[in-house]
Nanobody, 126 residues
Framework: QVQLVESGGGLVQAGGSLRLSCVAS????????MGWFRQGPGKEREFVAA????????YSSDSVKERFTISRDNAKNTVYLQMNSLKPEDTAVYYC???????????????????WGQGTQVTVSS
């Protein structure tokens, strides 16, 4: 089992940047595909980005493509989400998630992930 702790959230003005981090403990990060999800006020949890175990494949939603970048450093047991050109609609709690079961496919839906962090709040002011 792996434990996930997110950090890096905060309050930022529109157009600004933040970098979220997700540190894993308990098992080596390279055993997992990793994803970021978010849940805004009154909204369902939605997929943001995902990265394969080796970091060789990445995926992102259309709403964040070319603005957000997911990466990982397995040696540091850490996954990152670099968020640029932030918009007020990016305001949400951001969650890190780990997938242990999938072999070839990197999940882009919440049900594909086995472990979740507690989330970090990102607020973008206009």
């Amino acid at each position: 089992q792996v434990q996930l702790v997110e950090s890096g959230g905060g309050l930022v003005q529109a157009g600004g940047s933040l970098r979220l981090s997700c540190v894993a403990s308990g098992r080596t990060l390279s055993s997992y595909n990793m994803g970021w999800f978010r849940q805004g006020p009154g909204k369902e949890r939605e997929f943001v980005a995902a990265v394969s175990r080796s970091g060789g494949r990445t995926y992102s939603s259309d709403s964040v493509k070319e603005r957000f970048t997911i990466s990982r450093d397995n040696a540091k047991n850490t996954v990152y989400l670099q968020m640029n050109s932030l918009k007020p609609e990016d305001t949400a709690v951001y969650y890190c998630a780990a997938d242990y079961r999938s072999s070839m496919v990197v999940p882009t839906t919440a049900w594909g992930y086995d472990y979740w962090g507690q989330g970090t709040q990102v607020t973008v002011s206009s």
